[in-house]
């Protein structure tokens, strides 16, 4: 008999499924995580609203109606069926539920459930595939903001106006030729 298959006593841990952290790349090794302190300081459960400013050292969890602005040091966890329209300031968000307003943290992430109608501003963010974001985003350091180019809406708007012009031009030199 091969030792550790078939005899209980062999055999020392239990076996772990396999569960792959995608949000890190592939082959990539995880990024350190510092120890958080995850501990909820302040929860607003499915049928609590609240209008108002929320100021929080520790994590903010919201399921339920918030309106106002938010600020915290720790995470704001925004649960899948929370409607928060609010300005977010905080270290951590992770949004499941919808939130109209803008975000200004280090680390954003927005679950396949997730709505976001706003403007962010990220050190990084994680967008999930189904998930909703209709705003702008900026992310990295005030390193990389000092090295953006001009806005792209700008630069796209004269050539479809010369393309338009051109279009009604040919269209013209056409009506006339025939």
Known sequence: MIGGFGDPAAVD????????DLTHGFGAAPAPQ????????????????FKGQLKSSRSVGIDGQFEGEIQS????????????RANIKASNVIISGRVVGN?????LEIQSSGRVIGNITAGSLLI?????FRGESMMGSEEDAAEMPERFAETTQAPARRS???????????????
């Open 13 to 20: 841990h239990e076996e772990q499924p396999f569960v792959p």
């Open 73 to 84: 040091d720790a995470d704001i966890i925004v649960g899948r069926e929370a409607e928060v």
């Open 164 to 178: 338009r012009g051109a279009a009604a031009a040919a269209a013209e030199a056409e009506a006339a030729g025939a």
């Open 128 to 132: 999930a595939m189904g998930a909703v």
């Open 103 to 107: 975000i200004n943290c280090s680390q």
């Open 34 to 49: 510092e120890q958080a302190n995850t501990e909820m300081a302040s929860y607003l459960n499915a049928s609590t609203s």
